[in-house]
């Protein structure tokens, strides 16, 4: 095994405009790691999507946003006021999966070693060292991962990480179909994405974006990120992702200087008792 910082840094970059929400991703996913089924087949009753969200089951998940672009106006009496040319439905479609922050705050939270940083500066957990406390869910500012109910431990996406030594890329990449799901090293995947946005900028879609690609923001930049159509808000994403044990040093040292206050006032007091 390659130790830490040995090899170049790997991650995801996917292009959510050519995704066609087959769910080949999620299929490949649960079939190379052993992902148990969660939900069945059943619909969510408000969207064609069947997984909902990201979680201990679902390490893909394809959203479908279905967005109606009928104005029906202000409510009036009577039928709704109809559009002579019905602007139809517009559908956005995109493979989320856990980002593989800069700075993880699952790892840093996790008291047992159970997460840690590959070599490809990927987060992994360790099935077999993580003990089910929980602390790392409440602290992925993206809602990844979760305590798995049948089992008590903490699952989330490993990038393939048995993929990965072997030379092999992600099941997810390998079957995507229209390369919406692009693998390999991150710096040559931002330099991809930014000539991606800029030739649809050129053919008209101004609305194209890339989400977690800054190394600047908030979580210092994701190992996967994305291209978007519309706000980040739309697909479910934090628009301002912060590390959620930003402040933890800064706590930690007025946690030390309260308490060496208090030691100094009971060392007066003690030798003052003396006196």
């Known amino acids: ?32 790691n052993g992902v148990p089924e969660s939900g069945g087949l059943d619909l969510l009753g408000m969207s064609y999507d069947n997984t909902g969200d990201l ?18 106006g202000m409510p009036t009496v009577g039928a709704p006021r109809q559009l002579e040319q019905e602007p139809g439905v517009r559908w956005l479609m995109s493979s989320d999966v856990c980002k593989h922050c800069t700075h993880a705050a699952c790892l840093d939270v996790c008291p047992t070693g159970a997460l ?25 500012p993206y809602g990844v991962i979760e305590k798995r109910e049948s089992d008590g431990r903490a699952f989330k996406c490993t990038l393939c990480y048995d993929r990965l030594g072997a030379g092999l890329e992600p099941a997810c990449a390998k079957a995507c179909p229209t390369e919406s799901i692009q693998f390999g090293e991150l710096a040559e995947l931002r330099s991809q994405a930014a000539s991606r946005v800029d030739a649809l900028h050129a ?34 994403f934090p628009p301002d992702p912060v590390v959620t044990t930003r402040d933890l040093p800064a706590m ?23 006196r």
């Open 116 to 140: 840690f940083r590959t070599e490809f500066d990927t987060v992994v957990v360790q099935q077999d060292i993580c003990n089910g406390c929980g602390y790392c869910v409440p602290a992925c």
């Open 252 to 274: 930690w040292k007025r946690a030390a200087t309260t308490a060496a206050g208090v030691a100094a006032a009971l060392v007066v007091s003690f030798l003052g008792r003396r």
């Open 203 to 236: 053919d008209g879609v101004p609305e194209a974006r890339l989400y977690g690609h800054d190394p600047d923001d908030g979580v210092g930049g994701d190992g996967a990120f994305f291209l978007l159509l519309d706000e980040p808000e739309v697909y479910g």
């Open 55 to 72: 979680g201990s089951n679902t390490w893909r998940h394809v959203a479908f946003i279905e967005q109606p672009a009928v104005d029906l």
């Open 1 to 32: 095994m390659a130790e830490y910082g040995t090899q170049p840094r790997m991650g995801f970059f996917t292009d959510t405009s050519v995704c066609i929400g087959c769910k080949a991703c999620e299929v490949a996913c649960k079939e190379w």
